[in-house]
Nanobody, 126 residues
Framework: QLQASGGGLVQAGASLRLSCAAS????????MGWFRQAPGKEREFVVG????????TTADSVRGRFSISRDNAKNTVYLQMNSLKPEDTAIYYC?????????????????????WGQGTQVTVSS
């Protein structure tokens, strides 16, 4: 199970850090990702982190502003969001890759993830 937290209402330019706590003993064997979904839009990939080595992949829309990290000792993945914009308003979801020990590149499609947090709302006012 994944439990996301840390969302809220902020003004443009502010920062937020989302957390996603995972249960179980195999957290460090999976790539993890953050997705978001705005009203009327499809769920989109935001940022992901590899299980091995911690390499990250970031969507163009948030590159330079958002970053992901993980603490395997705490079974937690974080999304640091800086310089927030109104267009970042969405429900943010953390997700776990469907395949453990993935040897290929990190996946950026929702279909590649099979465990999802409940979502946390982020609203950015102008």
């Amino acid at each position: 199970q994944l439990q996301a937290s840390g969302g809220g209402l902020v003004q443009a330019g502010a920062s937020l850090r989302l957390s996603c706590a995972a249960s179980g003993r195999t957290f460090d064997q999976y790539d993890m990702g953050w997705f978001r979904q705005a009203p009327g839009k499809e769920r989109e990939f935001v940022v992901g982190i590899r299980w091995l080595g911690g390499r990250t992949t970031t969507a163009d829309s948030v590159r330079g502003r958002f970053s992901i990290s993980r603490d395997n000792a705490k079974n937690t993945v974080y999304l640091q969001m800086n310089s927030l914009k109104p267009e970042d308003t969405a429900i943010y979801y953390c997700a776990r890759d469907s395949q453990y020990w993935r040897s290929s590149i990190l996946r950026g499609t929702p279909q590649s993830y099979d465990s999802w947090g409940q979502g946390t709302q982020v609203t950015v006012s102008s």
